[in-house]
């Protein structure tokens, strides 16, 4: 029972409140930052990479303001070259796989759920970095997230997709949509 719990361990009640706390105040502050940035950072940067980094910051910062948690990193000569057209495909077994990728501090941009660009300024920080939206259940809108993601690989920017369309419930992988390997196929780099 979640509410027994809570009365035997009041620390987890603290840790969470920290925790969101730190996670929305930086999300804001970074998602802002960003949107001040992007006139200005637009004419110089298209491919807006910088302010990609800005994001990446964002995840690093919450990892560092959070000292339980723990990532560990490996393999990340495995990362795509500058340039190279690549798409990356991850599980999504939590929340905190968006943090560990952005964590990677690599170039790439990121198809997501639509429902999150419309989160007042967190949303609008994710449309000036130039990351995906894509309504799933809508077709039209999937063809267009496709273009979208082959116009970033094309400008040699890597996509970063989740195969299985969400956050698995279960631990267990779902089944794959096809989304990623159209957009390989598209531009054969399968």
């Known amino acids: 029972n979640t ?20 996670i929305i105040s930086l999300s804001i502050f970074y998602s802002s930052t ?26 690093i910062s919450i990892g560092r303001f959070n000292p339980w948690w723990k990532f560990d990193i490996r ?17 999504h077994q939590s929340q905190a796989d968006i943090l560990a990728l952005f964590m990677l501090s690599t170039r790439f941009r990121w198809l997501s759920k ?12 994710m449309t000036a970095v130039g990351y995906v939206p894509v309504d799933r259940s809508s077709k039209s809108s999937g063809e267009k997230s496709i273009k979208l993601s082959a116009r970033h690989l094309k400008n040699g920017t ?33």
Do not use: C
Not at 47 to 59: E, F, G, M, P, V
């Open 75 to 91: 393999g990340k000569e495995n990362l795509a070259a500058k340039g190279e057209v690549v798409i990356y495909v991850a599980n």
């Open 158 to 190: 890597p996509m970063l997709l989740f195969p299985e369309g969400t956050r698995s419930k279960t631990g267990a992988i779902g089944e794959f949509k096809m989304g990623a390997f159209r957009l390989a196929k598209s531009l054969n780099i399968a």
């Open 114 to 125: 639509a429902s999150l660009f419309k989160i007042p300024i967190f949303g609008w920080g």
């Open 3 to 22: 509410i027994e719990t809570l009365k035997k361990e009041p620390t987890h009640v603290i840790r969470g409140l920290y925790t969101w706390l730190n």
């Open 34 to 59: 960003i949107i001040i940035l992007f006139p200005f950072v637009y004419p110089f940067d298209k491919q807006r990479h910088s302010l990609h980094k800005l994001a990446s910051l964002w995840a």
